[in-house]
């Protein structure tokens, strides 16, 4: 997949709190709560929807939306048609309730970073992002909703057009049960050095014997950072929340971009070993961008919580 991120001068916090939870013999390949939703006896939201979706023949897109575990869903974006469309962060969510759709509010403390993602035509035709509906839109309950993203033509363009497009998705009933851990989906022959990358950790350690904390800088807009656990050979993603974000975008190519962030695994973790994977986009500002995937550092950690780096 082919992205082009127009990044703005952004100072962006999403104060979370992770879940901690032990992840021993919680390793699976793929897994959902089983359950189907349901209509609440009672609409939880009472304001009509006034989204109007765009035609297929106006803006040719699918959105398919994947529940992934509990309130975590997977969106994906096809473009079918002849122009690119730019999106982002930013969505809305609604709720089907006797045959209309209500508003499902956010979050009075969520905020959204303003990234904007090229959503190319042609060969590299994708976009996808994870959501956790629960940090964005609070205890929402079963049923049937649609996820909404505003897509803007021109790309780069003064004037714009915005077309709002949809997928829909039952939520079965919340579950207490844990995610399972899944291998990674990184193929290792795309992964780059730090120095291909044009990368820099200047620290790693733990904030508060949870939340991982480290500071770090990068030629390239960094979009993704995931922890991953090593067993048996394998690398498993743990699932984390970014427990604070600040970055400090350079303004030309030499010019590095600065970040400080908090990952907030959702699982404690065990003594073992780690590797941290970051993905980012060269020439960011350019129409021509690249994706690619790096590890920036694997590390031990021990009976005591100490971080032990492997240079």
Not at 66 to 77: E, G, Q, Y
Not at 232 to 256: A, C, R
Not at 298 to 310: A, H, P, Q, S
């Amino acid at each position: 997949m082919k992205n082009t991120t127009i990044t703005k001068k952004i100072i962006a916090f999403a104060a979370m709190a992770g879940l901690m939870m032990n992840f021993t013999g919680c390793i699976v390949e793929q897994g959902h709560p089983e359950g189907s939703s349901k209509t609440a006896a009672k609409n939880p939201y009472t304001v009509r929807s006034d989204v109007q979706l765009a035609t297929y023949e106006e803006c040719p897109v699918d959105v398919k939306v994947d529940v992934i575990w509990n309130r975590k869903i997977n969106v994906k974006l096809t473009n079918n048609g002849k122009k690119s469309y730019l999106w982002g962060n930013p969505s809305k969510l609604e709720y089907l309730y006797d045959g209309e759709w209500y508003k499902v509010p956010a979050r009075p403390d969520m905020a959204w970073t303003l990234e904007g993602i090229v959503l190319d035509h042609g060969e590299n035709n994708t976009g996808e992002s994870t959501v956790r509906l629960d940090w964005e839109y609070g205890d929402i309950p079963a049923g049937h909703y649609r996820f909404i993203k505003d897509l803007s033509y021109p790309v780069g363009g003064i004037s714009q057009t915005d077309y709002y497009v949809a997928g829909e998705f039952d939520l079965a009933e919340a579950t207490d049960e844990k995610e399972p851990l899944y291998k990674t989906k990184i193929d290792s022959s795309l992964i780059v050095s730090q120095e291909q990358a044009a990368f820099k950790l200047d620290s790693l350690k733990f904030e508060d014997k949870s939340s991982l904390g480290m500071k770090y800088s990068s030629l390239y807009t960094v979009t993704e950072r995931a922890l991953e656990f090593q067993k048996d050979g394998d690398w498993y993603v743990i699932p984390t929340t970014e427990g604070g974000f600040e970055g400090e975008y350079g303004l030309g190519e030499e010019e590095l971009n600065c970040y400080n962030v908090i990952l907030n695994p959702e699982y404690s973790l065990e003594p073992g070993h780690y590797r941290l994977v970051f993905t980012a986009y060269t020439n960011a500002a350019k129409i021509e961008d690249i994706e690619m995937t790096f590890v920036i550092q694997e590390f031990d950690l021990d009976k005591e919580n100490n971080i032990i780096v492997n240079r």
